[in-house]
């Protein structure tokens, strides 16, 4: 499908796996058997992916640098949407002992495909995908529909740093495959931060909301209650999700991302605690309490700054790519960690650590917070022209967000003057 996107844009490549979804939503809806329901959820894996990947890189190239961070982390807040909407559901039909009680969530999801539809098919294309393609023209005509009337952008120009920027980068490293990423000093960086960014994302305790209704159900709460919980984590992850919004405009992805990490490393850690005594009503309302007070903590820091940072740390002629295996290696670690041993874990028929296990995601959650302490740039008000030379000059996290770059300066020169040309300086605030 990501050489279908090199060839045909993101706006067909998304319309036909909105198609596929549908028919292949109708074999699990029509399934007699549970072969039958496996065929389509692997089916279902294919537009899956398309959507996991094509969506934040879309979403990062259309939107200007100001609008960044509430875009692409936008997509984070259509993942809680999704989640509340499916727990709503699975709540509406506990009551069931017919077969609709597993029909009526296949059902619901064809209401939402072709409503899609018709607003990608509507949507422009990406100006970027046009440039790299040399369809200047066109890219002129993608950036005029995507500016609102009355503003005061000059698309010419905006097109003509988009060119810059993609000589730049061709400069930097010819090829486009996959390989690439690995290749040279600065693609191996980029693809490594935004990896681990996402890995973190999945190890960070976050398959206790994935298995937050079974989690609550082995922690002592009723059926019905366990539910209800549910219910309430996700609509706080809504809210959090919308908080992060004016908190990234203010301080920025990497602080948050970072010290988000250290609290949910503490809120774990609490958890874990209140595993050890023995089982009691109060205990499990506590244990409970604490799985909202970390989702809230999630939606707010590292669940939406996840999807900001993946979108903008790769390079222009790389993003898609990196993205591409930046989120096959969350799904990968998060086969092994979410259903295995989150399940596992959790399973009084196999380990039955309960609410023990938060000490397990504490570890990592820690281990997370030193990696992105030390590794994580700050890429907030950056264009994607600047974090290309900070990238290859090798600027140090540290000093990420207050390194001045000239996007028109293309070669570095050492022991140039601070007024020198391509010289970098640092902001004097």
């Not at 009723?222 to 539910?227: E, I």
């Not at 140090?396 to 050492?414: D, G, I, L, M």
């Amino acid at each position: 499908m990501l050489d279908r996107y090199d060839r045909f844009g993101y706006k067909k490549v998304l319309a036909g796996a909105l198609v596929m979804m549908t028919a292949f939503i109708f074999i699990q809806f029509f399934s007699v058997s549970l072969s039958m329901l496996l065929v389509g959820e692997i089916l279902c894996g294919l537009p899956w992916g398309v959507f996991q990947t094509l969506t934040t890189t879309y979403t990062a190239e259309v939107c200007p640098i100001h609008l960044r961070c509430y875009l692409t982390t936008y997509v984070n807040l259509c993942w809680v949407i999704g989640q509340l909407i499916a727990s709503g559901v699975l709540r509406g039909t506990i009551g069931m002992n017919s077969k609709w009680s597993y029909k009526i969530p296949f059902a619901v999801q064809l209401i939402w495909p072709i409503p899609i539809l018709i607003a990608v098919l509507l949507a422009p294309e990406s100006p970027w995908w046009y440039v790299r393609k040399g369809r200047v023209e066109e890219a002129k005509r993608s950036v005029e529909r995507l500016q609102s009337k009355g503003t005061t952008v000059n698309a010419d120009e905006t097109v003509a740093m988009m060119i810059h920027t993609d000589q730049v980068e061709r400069k930097i490293s010819e090829g486009t495959g996959h390989l690439h990423c690995f290749r040279g000093r600065v693609n191996l960086r980029r693809t490594e931060i935004a990896c681990l960014t996402w890995i973190c994302q999945t190890i960070c305790g976050s398959s206790f909301m994935g298995n937050s209704t079974y989690f609550y159900e082995k922690a002592g709460l009723a059926d019905s209650s366990a539910f209800d919980m549910t219910i309430a984590q996700f609509a706080l992850g809504f809210t959090g999700t919308v908080l992060s919004w004016p908190l990234m405009a203010r301080v920025g992805r990497r602080k948050i991302y970072v010290w988000g990490l250290f609290l949910l490393t503490v809120i774990l850690f609490v958890t874990g605690c209140l595993g050890i005594p023995p089982k009691a009503a109060s205990r499990s309302w506590g244990i409970g309490s604490l799985l909202l007070v970390y989702t809230f903590t999630y939606d707010i820091t590292v669940g939406p700054v996840c999807y900001s940072l993946v979108a903008e740390l790769p390079s222009s002629r790389l993003r898609q790519r990196t993205i591409v295996l930046a989120r096959n290696a969350y799904n990968i670690v998060g086969v092994a960690y979410t259903n295995i041993i989150g399940l596992y874990s959790l399973n009084p028929t196999a380990w039955n650590w309960g609410a023990k296990s938060a000490f397990f995601w504490a570890g990592n959650c820690a281990l997370c917070f030193v990696w992105a302490y030390f590794r994580l740039p700050e890429p907030k008000d950056r264009s994607y022209a600047e974090l290309d030379m900070l990238f290859d000059q090798g600027v140090s996290v540290r000093k990420f967000a207050t390194t001045y770059v000239n996007p028109y300066e293309t070669e570095r020169r050492s022991g140039q003057d601070s007024d020198s040309k391509g010289k970098v300086m640092s902001h004097v605030e």
